[in-house]
């Protein structure tokens, strides 16, 4: 069934701990959050999908001055993870200490997990596998 993408159902299957990524109808490529166009074929049939929660880490950035919103929970990283299933995912890194960047190696296998931000709201994260 094809569903217009809605980046605030992203956010709520984040909030609720049930991450799921979109999928092309046409190509299959899995995309998250979600587009209105794949980027791979140009489609925009699209249908939730699950996916493995299985990945690695392809960039990270430090996260220092936080906008109003995050001031209290700064620093904190914020991770590009590529999915095994091929998209890739802006998400909270887990599992380091972002005093310590030098650490944190690229290609370093991850897994899905959620961290509850001092806001009270929850967040997708990976953490290592
Ligand atoms: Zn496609």
Known sequence: ???LPSVEKYKKKIAERAFQAYKCMDCGAVIAPPLGVCYACGGSKMTWTSVSGKGKLVSFTVIHVAPDEFVAEAPYFVAIVELDEGARVAARL??????????????????????????GKTYLAFRPA
């Open 94 to 119: 887990a599992g380091f200490d972002p005093l310590k960047p030098q650490e944190v190696k690229l290609g370093t296998r991850l897994v899905l997990d959620y961290v509850q931000g001092k806001s």
């Open 1 to 3: 069934m094809s569903e």
